[in-house]
């Protein structure tokens, strides 16, 4: 290891899944011999004194996701001054867990040493071009986590999906915002996206707003991209839905944990959906190891992976999951994973019914991708490759 950044900030007490991963990637930074800091979102005043007293120039960088440290927050942010991360030159790493318009209101006045990080790689191709004048530092898919205790012999749950659910009705007010003629075209998008699953959202905005507008600067596709988000929020929820109420009203019971599904529409066999509660990310890994099937639907990444999938396997599901490109080139069929495409999403009850009906097979395939998956796919990998992207940043800057 060289003698570059010995130091890292990290955070804690905002979202929670995201300080469960931020965990997860500090105990490795410890094992490789970095000091590690959390400053608590939850405790401003004594993080700010306790950061300060930790940071030593040149020897400390920020890795950080979706901004927390980035938002101007009262303890590294003075008006009139700015962030704490200039005033001492501390690189800032930041790991985007969605696509760049969720972000566009946050990508302006950022600190000079600002890297982009990106967890799909369609993703990073837009924000190279969209935002030039930032330092994209690469892509980094999400990870999973195994848990150190044994799985559970028995197995309490069939299928099982972690994640929330928010139904359709709720973005009626966004695509009726302005007006009749605006809610026509923001339709015309879903629709399209709808009849064609493997179009990301830009490609299929995009090419509407060209045929409406005309090309466009990108500051102001920018603009008008962000401001769609609820039709990202709207598909990934669409298709959510619609694999759960698929294998439900088929007759196969399915566990959902998170909020939401007391909502889910035109479900013909209730007594199929069990609904728990959102939980933390422990509780969620403790409940795939007593899951024989864990279902996920791609939240639009086209070409990057969900934690969900690898955290699946490495806790003994097999997941069962519509596909991406970087989700294909990483794990075949049948190594830990059983695919299915969106457009032929009515299969998904005898793709489940012949793995339920196979014990040898379920767990054959969960022990194939297993392997892999702690080979490449855990947060200490993804820890490791971005401790080597700080180390040789920092090697060519001196």
Same mark, same amino acid.
């Given at each position: 290891?060289?003698?570059y950044?010995?130091?890292?900030v990290?955070?804690e007490?905002?979202?929670?899944t995201l300080a469960y991963?931020a965990?997860?990637m ?5 094992c ?16 700010a004194?306790?950061?300060r007293?930790? *940071? ?12 927390? #440290? ?12 700015g962030?704490?991360?200039d005033?001492y030159?501390i ?12 972000? =566009? ?5 950022l600190p000079?040493?600002y890297?982009?990080i990106?967890?799909d790689?369609?993703q990073? /191709?837009y ?15 999400l ?7 044994a799985?559970? !012999?028995?197995k309490?749950?069939?299928? *099982? +999906? ?10 009626? &007010? ?5 007006n009749?003629?605006?809610?026509a075209?923001?339709r #015309?998008?879903i629709?399209d996206?709808?009849a064609h699953?493997?179009q990301?959202?830009?490609?299929? /905005? ?7 507008m005309?090309?466009?600067?990108? =500051? ?10 609820f039709?990202d ?7 959510r839905? +619609?694999?759960v109420r698929t294998?439900v009203n088929a ?16 479900? !013909? !066999? &209730?007594?199929?959906?069990i609904?728990h509660?959102?939980?933390?990310? +422990? ?6 190891s ?19 999938v690898?955290? !699946? ?11 991406s ?15 299915f495409?969106?457009e ?9 019914r012949?793995?339920?009906a =196979?014990?040898?097979?379920?767990h ?9 998956v ?5 947060w200490?990998k993804?820890?490791?490759?971005? /401790? ?11």
């Open positions: 290891m060289g003698n950044m010995k130091r890292i990290m955070f007490g905002g979202v929670e991963f965990h997860q500090a105990a490795q930074f410890e490789m011999g970095y000091l590690v800091f959390f400053y608590d979102l939850r405790d401003e005043e004594r993080s004194k306790r950061l007293k930790f *940071i030593r120039p040149r020897e400390t960088v920020l890795v950080t996701f979706n901004f927390q #440290g980035l938002e101007k927050e009262a303890g590294v942010y003075r008006a009139g001054i962030y704490i991360w005033d030159g690189p800032c790493y930041n790991i985007a867990a969605d696509h760049p318009y969720f972000y =566009d209101d946050r990508l302006r006045e000079k040493k890297h982009h990106s967890i790689r369609r990073q /191709a924000f190279k071009e969209f935002y030039p004048e930032y330092k994209e530092e690469g892509f980094l898919p990870a999973g986590t195994e848990l150190a205790a799985v559970p !012999s028995g309490r749950y069939d299928v *099982i +999906l972690t994640g929330n659910y928010t139904k359709l009705s709720f973005f009626e &007010p966004y695509i009726n915002w302005i009749d003629e605006y809610a075209f923001y #015309g998008i629709d996206l709808l699953p493997p990301t959202v830009e490609e299929v /905005a995009l090419a509407h707003c060209e045929r409406e005309g090309k466009e600067p990108n =500051d102001e596709l920018r603009i008008a991209l962000h401001k769609m988000i039709i929020l709207y598909v990934r929820n669409y298709w839905g +619609l694999a294998l007759g196969i019971t399915v566990h959902v944990v998170g909020k939401g599904w007391e909502e889910l529409e035109d479900v !013909s !066999s &209730p007594g199929n959906l609904v509660p959102q939980t933390d990310s +422990l509780t969620c890994l403790r409940m795939l007593e899951s024989k099937i864990s279902l996920n639907v791609m939240p639009w990444f086209k070409d990057g992976a969900h934690d969900r690898f955290n !699946s396997i490495l806790n003994g599901a097999v997941c069962v999951t519509d596909t490109k970087y989700l294909c080139e990483e794990l075949s069929e049948g190594e830990g994973v059983c695919y495409t969106l032929e999403i009515g299969r998904l009850p005898e793709i489940v012949e793995l339920l =196979d014990e040898a097979r379920l054959e395939t969960v022990e194939r991708g297993k392997k892999k702690r080979e490449e796919h855990t200490a993804r820890a490791e490759t971005l /401790a080597e992207w700080i180390e040789g940043n920092q090697a060519d800057n001196c």
